[in-house]
């Protein structure tokens, strides 16, 4: 059977997630990884896609972003994906896939779930077990966010923005926001999204996203096993 084209409206953030073949590891160390922003900056740009945040871990990445064309995300990570696993393979003297086949992604509500998935992103660290704040992980843009310090690499979103007139209160707000943490059926519920690639927010926006794309945007229920 054909796959579904992904979910894809132009303006429209998306939550994307990228994970190594088989869950094995994709960064070996902070070369790799600076590597990989570097990537991520440049064809972002040549894709017309704005970060606004990500987190790095061993084996996968989350991202959010918003492109301004139809197929903007696709093309940004097929060719951050192609090129990044060419110089991993090279580097690491391997061969075969790097990363799984497609990548995963869900359509975000601006008003009501941005700044829920900037907090999921950026606290990826804490519920790993890795660190015990977000401001103690070096590869997300939690320091940028909340703490001031300047990475190219982001854009702002507008919900964001809206957090306070400076970008003093902002950042405090942003801080303060993460320091709540996410709810447990928050991060359940960004999960089911992401993992079955459908439109994560409101009654209103999801009506919204099926009407642009004839397509169906809730989840499913999980299929019950015949008695």
Known sequence: MARLPRLDIPGVPQHVVQRGHNRLPCFLDDIDRHHYKKL???????????IHSYV??????????????????SRMMQGLGRNFAGYFNLKYERT?????????SCLV????????????????????????????????SYAHNALGYTDPL?????CYLRL????????????????????????????TYLR?????????????????????A????PHRPHK
């Not at 790095?56 to 995300?73: F, I, Q």
Request: charged content about 25%; hydrophobic content about 40%; overall charge neutral.
């Open 56 to 73: 790095l871990m061993s084996n996968h990445v989350h991202l959010l972003v918003t492109a301004s064309e139809p197929h903007g995300v």
């Open 164 to 191: 306070g007139e400076s970008d003093v209160s902002r950042r405090h707000r942003f801080e303060a926001l993460v320091a709540q943490g996410l709810p447990a059926h928050i991060v359940d519920e960004i999960q």
């Open 109 to 140: 509500d601006s008003e009501a779930y941005v700044l829920e998935c900037y907090r999921y992103i950026e606290l990826n660290p804490v519920r790993g077990r890795i660190v015990a704040s977000p401001d103690a992980y070096r590869w997300s």
């Open 196 to 216: 079955q690639q459908r439109a994560l927010g409101g009654d209103a926006f999801r009506s919204m996203v099926e009407q642009k794309t004839q397509r169906f």
């Open 96 to 104: 075969g896939a790097l990363f799984e086949g497609r990548f995963r």
């Open 154 to 158: 982001i854009t702002p979103h507008d």
């Open 218 to 221: 809730g989840v499913r229920p």
């Open 40 to 50: 991520l900056a440049k064809y972002a740009t040549r894709m017309d896609c704005a």
